[in-house]
Every structure is written in C-alpha cells, then in structure tokens.
C-alpha cells in the first residue's frame, strides 16, 4: 500500500543568525523552556538549541524552526524545507 503525506499548514522562521528578538518572539520564549541562545563572543554569533520531542536540538544559521499543528517547534535544514513546504495565501 502506499502513502502520501497529508497537507499540513505550519508557521515557520528562518534564523539568519541576526534576528534573534524575531525567533524569541516567535517561538515565545519567556521562560526558556523550549528555547535556549548562547553568545559566542570569539565569533560574534549567537548559538540557538530548541527543546524538540526528542530533546535538545541546535538550529544552524539558515535553519527554518518549523511550529506544527500540535504546537511543537523543530528545526528544518533548507533545502528540506524548501521540498516539503511553499506559502500559504491569507
């Protein structure tokens, strides 16, 4: 039998490694939770991990953190995330 993957609507942000206030907000971190930053002042950058279902996980620079339907947050490489999603209108 075979399978497809039903259309699910997710929001998503991408982390270019600057705008981290906007993922704060996004993921609505005010108690740190379900995400965590770290400043690395030898490379001036800032390091995200997110508390996933399967515990704590980096989210590189060009990452898309991905908030689904049961409202857990994920981070997606680009390239997947350029396959499986495109945007939705309204």
């Known amino acids: 039998m075979k399978y497809k993957k039903k259309p ?4 998503a942000i991408h982390w270019d490694g600057g ?6 907000a996004f993921v609505g971190a ?7 930053s770290y400043y690395h002042a030898e490379d001036l950058e800032y390091e995200i991990t997110l508390n996933t279902h399967e515990g704590w996980e980096t989210v590189d620079v060009g990452d898309w953190i991905v908030k689904d339907g ?3 947050f994920y ?8 396959k499986q999603y495109e945007p939705v209108e309204g």
């Open 8 to 11: 699910d609507v997710v929001e």
């Open 19 to 24: 705008n981290l206030q906007e993922v704060m």
């Open 30 to 36: 005010v108690n740190r939770d379900k995400i965590r």
């Open 70 to 72: 049961q409202g857990e």
């Open 75 to 82: 981070p997606c490489k680009p390239w997947v995330f350029e």
